[in-house]
């Protein structure tokens, strides 16, 4: 297969993750609605554990045993889940939806400047710096520049949420050392941690043996569960090593793109002239980053 259909298909496995990640804001609204949040992200993160368990014995495949490896997947767990979902989760007590879209959309300029200053481990260019810019532009005009309005008030839930994009963008650039795992080990490496971590703080946090959810709202854990983080995760831990690090946090900016598609498709929403110019400039955005380098001919 040649390397423009590789490249081609990881595009596509590129969309699978945008859709998936950007719909389970839809599903977190139905769930949480009955669901205490903690516990919702414990369940999520066990329902997706227990998913990618059984995926790794259907593929008779086994997990690392090198204790340095699952240490690693800590530091993972850490950066791609249990910290920045909390981190997020706390900051979106005091910031609105709108404004908290944007600045976690910030993780592609992040992963840019990580690496452009401190780990070099892929190469850069002007391009990708404006495509980044590009990106982020895109989403203010989706989500709504009236968003903006907010920044300088509440400062602490937007640090959160800043801290949150911080760390997608470490999730990001750390799974880059994963390649000789695997996606599947990874994935799963992970989702251990964050249920060895999250479920222990929902009894501490909350009670969940004392809820009694509605199948609405149990059907959209496990779809958030299954979907929107197990085979996610599988996509994305295989996206790093094939597009990198800045080209899987771009699919930040396609995720609200994906909220107004749904709101058109399942609401009867319509899309305004600037939410389309939104659209475009995101995916524009999105095409300089990933667009493959052209080596100089000497």
């Known amino acids: 297969m040649s390397g423009a259909a590789n490249r081609r298909i990881e595009y596509v496995f590129f969309t699978i993750l945008a859709l998936l990640w950007g719909s389970s804001y839809l599903f977190i609204k139905v769930a949480v609605a009955e669901i205490p949040p903690v ?47 909390t981190a997020l989760a706390w900051g979106q007590q005091f910031v609105g939806a709108g404004l908290a879209s944007v600045l976690n959309s910030t993780a592609p300029i992040f992963v840019f400047l990580f690496t452009a200053l401190v780990t070099r481990h892929e190469a850069l260019d002007g391009r990708k710096l404006i495509g980044a810019v590009v990106g982020l532009i895109g989403v203010i005009l989706i989500v709504g520049v009236d968003a903006l309005a907010g920044l300088g008030g509440a400062v602490a839930g937007q640090v959160a949420c800043l801290v949150g994009a911080m760390l997608y963008a470490g999730a990001a650039i750390y799974g880059k050392r994963f390649a000789q795992v695997g996606a599947l080990q990874t994935a799963l490496g992970t989702m251990l941690w964050a249920t060895a971590v999250l479920v222990p703080a929902a009894f501490v ?65 319509t899309i305004t002239p600037m939410v389309l110019i939104g659209l475009v400039a995101a995916i524009a955005g999105v095409a300089m980053i990933n667009a493959p380098t052209r080596q100089r001919q000497g």
């Open 39 to 85: 516990t919702l992200i414990a369940m999520r993160v066990a329902g997706a554990a227990v998913f990618l368990t059984i995926v790794l014995l259907l593929q008779q495949k086994t997990m690392p045993r090198e204790l340095r490896t699952w240490g690693q997947f800590g530091i993972q767990a850490i950066f791609n889940s249990i910290a920045a979902w």
């Open 205 to 269: 946090l909350e009670n969940p043996l004392a809820l009694s959810p509605s199948p609405k709202a149990l059907a959209a854990t496990a779809i958030l569960s299954i979907f929107c983080t197990g085979v996610a995760l599988l996509i994305y831990f295989r996206l790093v090593h094939t597009l990198g690090s800045l080209g899987v946090a771009s699919q930040a900016y396609l995720r609200a793109g994906v909220g107004v598609i749904l709101g058109v498709v399942l609401l009867g929403e």
